[in-house]
């Protein structure tokens, strides 16, 4: 039911997605926390994060694999046991659902949210189960994603918890060993001007 409700929350999202003007990103980005962010949830974080007009975001941490697979949380089914990649926690919000990260240059169907040209959201579960059964070489399962309302995101970026950078589908969905090390220190060089 939980999904369900997600779900549909998305889907009208979806709908009326427009980029934000001036909150933060205007366009998706990726977002490398700090050195300075202590948060325990967010510390040495990286995250995708999307405008979706009327200055909210959401977004999903890309650098956080779980030690579980799809195999131990859907024990009966079998496509999900092929999936050897562990699941990864996106964020606090909704973490009971599994969604679908995915590099490829057509939607995945359903109601998929596009972030970049060749990289999407799937999350409904039709969408996110095709995607397990017939092409999970090309996808991340994360559970859970991080939503801010309006301002939030804007005022995050504000008060210096983020570096923000451009996107890049490659990097996104890079393996996330030294991931956060190896970005930090790029937009740290890039913020001193070197």
Same mark, same amino acid.
């Given at each position: 039911m939980i999904r369900l409700l997600l779900a549909a929350t998305l889907a009208s999202l979806v709908a009326w997605a427009t980029p934000a003007h001036s909150a933060g990103p205007g366009?998706?980005?990726?977002? &490398?926390?700090?050195?300075?962010?202590? =948060?325990? /949830?967010y510390k040495a974080t990286v995250l995708v994060v999307r405008p979706m007009g009327g200055d909210q975001h959401i977004g999903m941490i890309v650098n956080r694999p779980t030690k579980m697979t799809l195999g131990q949380l859907f024990p009966d089914h079998k496509p999900s046991h092929k999936v050897a990649d562990p699941v990864f926690l996106g964020g606090p919000s909704s973490a009971s659902v599994i969604f679908a990260l995915v590099h490829r240059t057509q939607s995945p169907g359903g109601k998929s949210l596009r972030l970049l040209p060749d990289l999407y959201i799937a999350f409904e579960t039709a969408t996110v189960d095709n995607i397990i059964e017939n092409?999970?070489?090309?996808?991340? /399962? &994360?559970a859970g994603l991080v939503t801010w309302q309006?301002?939030?995101?804007?005022?995050?970026?504000? +008060?210096?918890?983020?570096? &923000?950078? =451009?996107?890049?589908?490659?990097?996104?969905?890079?393996?996330? =060993?030294?991931?956060?090390?190896?970005? &930090?220190? +790029?937009?740290?060089?890039?913020?001193?001007?070197?």
């Amino acid at each position: 039911m939980i999904r369900l409700l997600l779900a549909a929350t998305l889907a009208s999202l979806v709908a009326w997605a427009t980029p934000a003007h001036s909150a933060g990103p205007g366009q998706t980005a990726i977002l &490398v926390a700090k050195r300075q962010l202590n =948060d325990p /949830f967010y510390k040495a974080t990286v995250l995708v994060v999307r405008p979706m007009g009327g200055d909210q975001h959401i977004g999903m941490i890309v650098n956080r694999p779980t030690k579980m697979t799809l195999g131990q949380l859907f024990p009966d089914h079998k496509p999900s046991h092929k999936v050897a990649d562990p699941v990864f926690l996106g964020g606090p919000s909704s973490a009971s659902v599994i969604f679908a990260l995915v590099h490829r240059t057509q939607s995945p169907g359903g109601k998929s949210l596009r972030l970049l040209p060749d990289l999407y959201i799937a999350f409904e579960t039709a969408t996110v189960d095709n995607i397990i059964e017939n092409d999970p070489k090309h996808a991340r /399962f &994360v559970a859970g994603l991080v939503t801010w309302q309006p301002g939030e995101l804007r005022d995050e970026i504000r +008060r210096g918890a983020w570096h &923000v950078m =451009d996107a890049d589908p490659a990097l996104i969905m890079r393996k996330p =060993d030294g991931m956060w090390d190896d970005l &930090v220190r +790029r937009a740290e060089i890039r913020a001193q001007g070197i």
